[in-house]
T-cell receptor, first 112, second 117 residues
Framework: SQKIEQNSEALNIQEGKTATLTCNYT??????LQWYRQDPGRGPVFLLL?????KEKRKERLKVTFDTTLKQSLFHITASQPADSATYLC???????????FGRGTSLIVHP | GAVVSQHPSWVICKSGTSVKIECRSL??????MFWYRQFPKQSLMLMAT?????????EQGVEKDKFLINHASLTLSTLTVTSAHPEDSSFYIC?????????????FGPGTRLTVT
């Protein structure tokens, strides 16, 4: 069956460091992959989308890589700040309906 | 741009009553809207997909007679939880997607916390 795995343990890092979150998937041929941020009691906020034929995407302090051979995406936040503390969700969508399926998310805690 | 609102943000209702949740795209036309529910520390579970003017497509295991979805216009979709029970208590989130242009970004509403007593 299709699986999207994100580390369920919270990632704790110091302010200023680079946070790296991982999204692994199995039994999936995604057309694209997205990363979202979700704060407690709020809906997810779209951050980045990367297509199957793209290796890397950047937006300000954010960088996403997509390795369809390893079936993995890495999400990096450089120069992290306490305000970056949130849960980060990855979502994959296959061709056709392009309806994404979400992982459980990884909680990031940036300490001042 | 791309703002989605939900109303109400939270609601408490008695078991057996019905609750309606509204989802609006404020500054764009949404040809497709999605309804999710999320339990604490769990992923978003897609309940149904609706296209304007069409019947909603429900995911397996979601009772269409219990969760009524209406996508009456390009900016409004409603989810009605009928005869609510305590196990329906959850966080309900809608999202909207613009039509055409090859863009698949989804914009989420702030969510509605439903508590059934």
């Amino acid at each position: 069956s299709q699986k999207i795995e994100q580390n369920s343990e919270a990632l704790n890092i110091q302010e200023g460091k680079t946070a790296t979150l991982t999204c692994n998937y199995t039994n999936y041929s995604p057309a694209y992959l997205q990363w979202y941020r979700q704060d407690p009691g709020r809906g997810p906020v779209f951050l980045l989308l990367i297509r199957e034929n793209e290796k890397e995407k950047r937006k300000e302090r954010l960088k996403v890589t997509f390795d369809t051979t390893l079936k993995q995406s890495l999400f990096h936040i450089t120069a992290s700040q306490p305000a970056d503390s949130a849960t980060y969700l990855c979502a994959l969508a296959s061709g056709g309906s392009y309806i994404p399926t979400f992982g459980r998310g990884t909680s990031l805690i940036v300490h001042p | 741009g791309a703002v989605v609102s939900q109303h109400p943000s939270w609601v408490i209702c008695k078991s057996g009553t019905s609750v309606k949740i509204e989802c609006r795209s404020l500054d764009f036309q949404a040809t497709t809207m999605f309804w999710y529910r999320q339990f604490p520390k769990q992923s978003l579970m897609l309940m149904a997909t609706s296209n304007e003017g069409s019947k909603a497509t429900y995911e397996q295991g979601v009772e269409k007679d219990k969760f009524l979805i209406n996508h009456a216009s390009l900016t409004l979709s409603t989810l009605t939880v009928t005869s609510a029970h305590p196990e329906d208590s959850s966080f309900y989130i809608c999202s909207a997607r613009r039509g055409g242009g090859g863009t698949y970004e989804q914009y989420f509403g702030p969510g509605t916390r439903l508590t059934v007593t």
